[in-house]
């Protein structure tokens, strides 16, 4: 996964940089999303799959789908993508993407598991305590787990808080064990 990531990078930061100097993080945000779904169309797939379809038919096809729906630049980017064969790279590239937009604009997206749906003002709450402590907006991203059986779990980046009754369980459990 690491090499597909380090391929795809040069392409998303591309994009980013273009979208970064015609302020336009958003409309290509909405760009990369219709053209990902493009390429997971089934009949697209079909259609790039066929081992007698050529780069000019896949450029043609993309395109025509695009036309209208997507700016000059996009379609610039795809034709780029199908020259060099990193059309599957198009998801990647979105994530990516996404990723720069975020940390342009100082947010990140934080995973909160928790053992049941949270309540607006508790998770405004969480919201509030995590931005603080990692001085950035937050984009919550609520997963419902009840294998937690109470409290939540609060992943952001490679950093776990675990609030979590399983989580205090599994510490007492390690705890007593040694």
Known sequence: MAEVVTIAR????????LAKSKNKFDQMSEELMTMVGIFEDSQMKNFIGQPQTTNQEIESAFLQVMDGITSEWSHNFMRVLIKNNRLSLLPVIRTLYETLKAAEKGSVDVKIKS?????????????????????????????????????????????????????????MSSSLSK
């Open 10 to 17: 040069p392409y998303a930061e591309a994009m980013f940089g």
């Open 115 to 171: 053992a049941y749906q949270l309540e607006k003002i508790d998770l405004d709450k969480l919201v509030g305590i995590f931005s603080k402590s990692i001085n950035k907006k937050i984009t919550p991203l609520v997963e419902i787990d009840k294998g937690l059986i109470g409290g939540v779990k609060v992943e952001v980046g490679d950093k776990v808080w675990d609030m979590s009754i399983s989580g205090k369980l599994k510490d």
